[in-house]
Nanobody, 124 residues
């Protein structure tokens, strides 16, 4: 069965850092684009970052570029998001998701699979 399990979220002060992980199984991880998307209460889904199947290209939402770094390990079937200089507006539930194409989708319908997410709260 396809599984995407996120971890690493938590409560952090503004300016702090977190490293999110996504453990993937049940599909050919190395063949798909991977993404991080987030959703805050009362807001729609926001695409955050994406990475090509072989990891040779990464791309980001403008508001996180320079602060977040997405990476993947295709041997371990792991996706990561290093989040630095966190801001209150980064507070959301973060999900990893798959696609077969380059996308910045604002709906889960734009993705093939996604996990249940991990909560990130940035507050003093």
């Amino acid at each position: 069965q396809v599984q995407l399990v996120e971890s690493g979220g938590g409560l952090v002060q503004p300016g702090g850092s977190l490293n999110l992980s996504c453990a993937a199984s049940g599909f050919t991880f190395s063949a798909v684009y991977m993404h991080w998307v987030r959703q805050a209460p009362g807001k729609g889904l926001e695409w955050v970052s994406g990475i090509k199947p072989d990891g040779d290209y990464t791309y980001y939402k403008d508001s996180v570029e320079g602060r977040f770094t997405v990476s993947r390990d295709n041997v371990k079937n792991m996706l990561y998001l290093q989040m630095n200089n966190l801001k209150p507006e980064d507070s959301a539930r973060y999900h990893c998701a798959t696609s077969n194409y380059l996308t910045r989708g604002r709906s889960f319908l734009e993705y093939d699979y996604w996990g249940q997410g991990t909560q990130v709260t940035v507050a003093s």
